[in-house]
């Protein structure tokens, strides 16, 4: 993982930061036979259609132009389960809506999430956008609570036993964590509402697709095999998701966006999604192609799809979650085969890259360029504050200048979730923001330490004495 030291930051930052080596090469998908696995054929065995109703639920948890990718990702996924023939009724979506309209997109009113693609907004359900995009909104949604909803349409996950659930998440996320716009989900609450879901027999089976980093820690020794849900996630419990379509990559976003316009894992199942007949193309197949594709994509940005939960559902048609777009039932393999490699940034860098960017191509001497200036500089400044103050604070409880290095390397093993005690968890991480300041996105990365200082049985009063001591001088 990659970790900021104060002078590599600025060196990176302000020296051709993500100008990364050469253009990846194409990964198509390796032949024939695999790609036209989704025509159908007279014996091919195929979905029949679904007794219950199909839901889904989108969630885009991040905000501003700089993050794009995830709303951009969310309306795309909305436009597939659309054509794929789910009901608006059926489909929930949370985002923040503030990217079509935002001052800095360039195209107003319209999102797209790959170069050269159609616009992804148009027709999107505003059901949890601004200020009821929030995290108790999606627990109150997934249990289909609506008493417990504020604000927003009041569209609840209002399924029964014969339903198929489908949600899909994209923005940042951290050891056990993925981030909403007001704040943070645990891996343990969000695995007790599913346990609430399932006991009230509220679907019969779910899928969902979580894109963010370490993204497997949400479900990592968490999710048991037989509540019928099944899970896949953009990386394994401990490293890093990918930005993909932004500036200067292979294939780049266009000229005008200097921000990504996807995210490697969400564009990997959403083309696939796009060119083939999900009646016969199972989940495992669609795991498969996407683990291949993220993972071989450019070997310095790569992460391991992985997938959690009832293996038995892989073998389930993705018809039954996402329909299918009758356009696609005579999908060959040269018909509308895109390029399907691409290059890539960390969910972290990707926010860096908007703000370099914009600063990068405004003219000289502009008000534009002074803004972003600004923007970038205290995007870095949080950077060296957040990285500063977890050094100290390590150094502080454990002794060493190493110690939060050390705590960010250790990992647990596979069959273990990344920490026992959820509640001391909650608790260091409130404690730190409390003295330190919010850790916003960049600060999650640290969060596998805080995880680790629990695992090793610190407590809260000695984290306590130790971020009021560490941020006493630099204020956040
Ligand atoms: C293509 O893939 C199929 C199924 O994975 C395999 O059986 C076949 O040998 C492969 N063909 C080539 C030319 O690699
Ligand atoms: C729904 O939410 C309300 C308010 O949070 C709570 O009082 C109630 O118990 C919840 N209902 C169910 C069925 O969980
Ligand atoms: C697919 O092929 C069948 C048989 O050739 C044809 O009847 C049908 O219209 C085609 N569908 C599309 C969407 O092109
Ligand atoms: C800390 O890390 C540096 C560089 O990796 C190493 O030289 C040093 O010995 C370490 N210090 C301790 C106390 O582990």
């Known amino acids: 993982m990659d970790y900021y030291i104060v002078g590599i930051l600025l060196f990176i930052t302000l020296f051709s930061p993500f100008t990364k080596s050469e253009p990846t090469k194409l990964d198509r998908p390796s032949n024939e036979t695999e790609l036209i696995h989704g025509n159908s054929k007279p014996n091919c065995k195929a979905a029949e259609p679904t007794k219950g109703k199909q839901w889904a639920v989108l969630i885009a948890g991040s905000t501003d132009y700089e993050n794009y990718r995830h709303q951009a990702d969310i309306c795309h996924a909305y436009q597939i389960l659309k054509k794929g023939g789910l009901k608006d009724e059926n489909i929930i979506v949370f985002m923040y809506d503030d990217i079509a309209f935002n001052v800095e997109n360039p195209r107003p009113g319209v999102i797209i999430n790959q170069p050269g693609g159609d616009d992804v907004y148009e027709g999107v359900p505003k059901d949890y956008t601004q200020s009821a995009a929030t995290a108790a909104n999606v627990f109150a949604v997934l249990l289909g609570n609506k008493t417990a909803v504020q604000g927003g349409s009041g569209k609840v996950l209002d399924s029964g036993p014969d339903d198929h659930i489908f949600i899909y998440y994209a923005d940042h996320g951290a050891t056990g964590i993925i981030g909403m716009t007001d704040g943070l989900i645990y891996a343990k609450d969000l695995i007790d509402v599913l346990k609430k879901k399932h006991e009230a027999k509220a679907y019969k089976t779910m899928v969902i697709y979580i894109e963010a980093c370490e993204a497997g820690s949400m479900f990592q020794g968490l999710l048991p095999n037989n509540w019928d849900i099944y899970a896949t996630t953009a990386a394994n419990a401990e490293e890093n998701s990918f930005g993909t379509y932004c500036p200067d990559d292979y294939p780049s976003a266009p000229l005008e966006y200097d921000t990504c316009l996807g995210d490697t894992y969400s564009v990997a199942w959403l083309e696939d999604s796009e060119m083939h ?200």
């Open 277 to 476: 007949d999900l009646r016969s193309e199972t989940l495992e197949k669609q795991y498969k192609r996407i683990r291949r594709r993220v993972f071989t994509q450019d070997l310095d940005f790569n992460s391991h799809v992985t997938q959690y939960g009832d293996m038995k559902l892989s073998k389930e048609f993705l018809f039954t979650y996402m329909g299918t777009n009758p356009d696609n039932d005579n999908y060959t393999s040269m018909a509308n085969s895109k390029p399907s490699g691409f290059s890539s940034a960390s969910q972290y860098d990707a926010e860096l890259l908007h703000f370099w960017y914009k600063f990068h191509r405004a003219p000289e001497g502009s008000t534009r360029k002074l803004e972003a200036q600004k923007e970038l500089h205290g995007k870095i400044s949080h950077r060296m504050h957040v990285d500063h103050s977890m050094k100290e604070m390590g150094k502080l409880i454990l002794g060493s200048e190493n110690s939060t290095m050390m705590l960010l390397k250790t990992v647990r093993p596979l069959d273990q979730p990344v920490v026992d005690d959820w509640d001391c968890y909650k608790m260091l991480v409130k404690t730190y923001e409390e003295h330190c300041g919010s850790l916003l996105r960049y600060g999650l990365k640290y969060t596998r330490a805080l995880a680790n200082m629990c695992n090793a049985g610190i407590t809260m009063e000695q984290m306590a004495a130790a971020s009021a001591r560490a941020c006493a001088k630099i204020k956040p």
